[in-house]
């Protein structure tokens, strides 16, 4: 037998001996105990993981609603702004509406004085007349000024929202429901209707 062939049978019978040499207690329990707290620390490890994920979503969830909070917040500012600013606009546009209104009466007032026939007058009065007319047509240009336009839809289908019907009467050659005439002007401020125009109907 060879030296290599010794030194092989030597090595067999050492790890034989090995196997047969019993493991002190001591030894084996140390060894089980380390690997529970192992387990233990992964387990609790895991468990920490799991809650920081949950207060991560969480967190995520709460983040994302005050992100919507803040959306929601933001478009009312917006809208508000936009109907105070119409609120205002339309102050503004009508804040004269109680004065031109009662310029208006002031005005129906010289329109009756101008319809006098003027060859039925002496020359004072007519030339007084003219005088009126002068200041008529310049109170009539304040009034355009301001954004006051008059209501007049003669031939036109009666609308109550711009007219009253005071009287009817009946032309055959108008069709029914139309304006025949205005007995009292009707006057708008920038597009409302601030007095309805009196007028005649066709009805047949």
Not at 50 to 77: R, W, Y
Not at 89 to 113: G, H, P, S, W, Y
Not at 157 to 181: G, W
């Amino acid at each position: 037998m060879d030296n290599e062939e010794k030194l092989e049978e030597k090595n067999t019978q050492v790890e034989v001996l090995e196997e047969q040499t019993p493991i002190p207690e001591g030894i084996s329990e140390d060894k089980k105990q380390k690997k529970e707290k192992k387990n233990k620390k992964d387990s609790k490890l895991k468990e920490e993981n799991e809650k920081l994920l949950e207060q991560i979503q969480q967190l995520q969830v709460d983040n994302q609603s005050l992100i919507d909070k803040v959306k929601l917040t933001q478009a009312e500012l917006v809208n508000y702004r936009k109907r105070k600013d119409e609120e205002t606009a339309n102050m503004l546009k009508f804040a004269n509406q109680d004065l031109l209104t009662e310029l208006i009466n002031v005005v129906d007032n010289f329109e009756r004085a101008i319809k006098l026939d003027d060859n039925d007058l002496t020359d004072e009065l007519s030339k007084f007349l003219d005088g009126f007319k002068m200041i008529y047509a310049n109170l009539m240009e304040i009034l355009k000024k301001f954004g006051v336009e008059e209501i007049n839809r003669v031939g036109e289908v009666f609308d109550p929202s711009q007219e009253q019907a005071l009287m009817t009467d009946c032309v055959d050659e108008m069709d029914d429901d139309v304006v025949i005439e205005v007995l009292l002007k009707g006057y708008k401020l920038n597009g409302r209707v601030i007095r309805p125009a009196s007028v005649k109907v066709n009805s047949k």
